[in-house]
């Protein structure tokens, strides 16, 4: 098993930036795929980025040159970080650990830009 952990989320301008973390309880190490994904009312939840135990991303194509994944194997943590966001990026963020067995989430951080 494997807990996670969301954080970096609230509130910010548009154009502004965030940084969203995602602390595993566990090494990720042997986590073939960790991702972002994002849900706002009323809507499907969304993939935003995924990442690869070989560093290899993926991005959703309304993110893509604003939004980075990356994974510090060491400190067990994904990160998230968003640049020129704008009103539409509004959602809960959640953390996802993808195994071959099951997939594991965090409880989500919100994520607000407005002016």
């Known amino acids: 098993q494997v807990q996670l952990v969301e954080s970096g989320g609230g509130l910010v301008q548009p154009g502004g930036s965030l940084r969203l973390s995602c602390a595993a309880s566990?090494?990720?190490?042997?986590?073939?795929?960790m991702g972002w994904y994002r849900q706002s009312p009323g809507k499907q939840r969304e993939l935003v980025a995924i990442?690869?135990?070989?560093?290899?991303?993926n991005y959703a194509d309304s993110v893509k040159g604003r939004f980075t994944i990356s994974r510090d194997n060491a400190k067990n943590t994904v990160y998230l970080q968003m640049n020129s966001l704008k009103p539409e990026d509004t959602a809960v963020y959640y953390c996802?650990?993808?195994?071959?067995?099951?997939?594991?989430w965090g409880r989500g951080t919100q994520v607000t830009v407005s002016s």
């Open positions: 990442i690869t135990s070989g560093s290899i991303t």
């Open positions: 996802n650990a993808r195994t071959p067995a099951v997939d594991y």
């Open positions: 566990r090494s990720i190490l042997s986590i073939y795929r």
